[in-house]
């Protein structure tokens, strides 16, 4: 009898409780999404010479925030900052070139991938690299936090011998490259391609492929908030299935288009 008369205070409570809006209501309702993008990235996000921010990261932010039917606020975030500033409610969603490791996914929820990248070695000339094992022994770096720069920091521990050395940022990396004090480093072929042909980092070369693996990259958002995981998830499966992801594509990278999905698995 007590736990009826428990089990229907209870009910009778629940049914009183206001409901809950959960992040997607939020953005919708506060007619803006906030997207944490990394503007030192391209050609995924960088500044045009108006100072406005471009880049397929910008794109597929903007057209998020259409689909949502709200404005788009894109706040600029460097590689280190980008999970803290949704922590710390700054942003709503990361639109940020961010691996979907299985240890950033502890923290936050991370859609299926809407990017993959690949990996290449860029050397400053001096050096005489011209592949992947000629690194061995030399001095090393990349922006911190990143997937390359993990994998990297690690193969430099496998070998033995040389240095790694970590940055805030992607120019930060070049800067360093081309000014000698990086004998090389790794990162994704879109942003090695970029920044040797922006002419801004003289010395340096693209001189081949790194053994990683592909860099699936997803977006993020607070982990409890189901629903605006959904959304995004279903939103990604149509920028696909619509034409808009290759448009994208072909529009700031050029080439072939990656393939999203993993073989013998789902997305």
């Known amino acids: 009898m007590k736990t009826a008369v428990t089990a229907g205070l209870f009910a009778a409570t629940c049914l009183t409780l206001p409901a809950h809006a959960d992040a997607l209501d939020d953005i919708i309702s506060s007619g803006t ?19 406005t921010p471009i880049g397929f990261d910008v794109d597929y932010c903007n ?7 709200v404005e788009a606020e894109i706040v600029e975030t460097p590689f280190p900052e980008r999970i803290p500033a949704l922590m710390s409610g700054r ?9 979907d490791t299985l240890e950033r996914a502890k923290t936050v929820g991370m859609t299926i991938p809407y990017f993959a990248f690949q990996m290449a070695v860029t050397a400053n000339d001096a050096s005489g690299i011209k592949s992947f094992e000629d690194m061995k022994g030399k001095t090393v770096g990349a922006t911190a936090g990143t997937y390359e720069a993990i994998a990297l920091e690690a193969q430099v521990q496998e070998w033995g011998e040389g240095t790694f050395r970590p940055y805030q940022t992607q120019a930060d990396v070049f800067l360093a490259l081309s000014q000698g004090q ?5 990162s994704t072929s879109t942003v090695a391609q970029a920044n040797v042909k922006t002419g801004n980092f003289p010395g340096i070369s693209v001189v081949g492929q790194a053994p990683f693996d592909t860099d ?3 977006l993020f958002a607070m982990r409890e908030e189901y629903g ?3 959304f995004l998830n279903l939103f990604i499966n149509q920028q ?8 994208l594509y072909e529009k700031w990278v050029g080439g072939d288009l990656p393939d999203l999905t993993v073989g013998g698995t789902y997305r």
């Open 216 to 218: 699936y990259v997803a």
């Open 228 to 230: 605006l995981l959904n």
């Open 33 to 51: 999404l906030r997207c944490a993008v990394v503007l030192d990235f391209p050609p995924m996000g960088s500044r045009d010479e108006s100072n």
């Open 91 to 99: 942003v709503d969603v990361g639109v940020a070139s961010t691996s």
């Open 182 to 186: 990086l004998d090389a480093t790794v």
């Open 240 to 247: 696909v299935r619509t034409g808009r992801y290759a448009e």
């Open 63 to 69: 057209d998020l925030a259409a689909a949502l039917g």
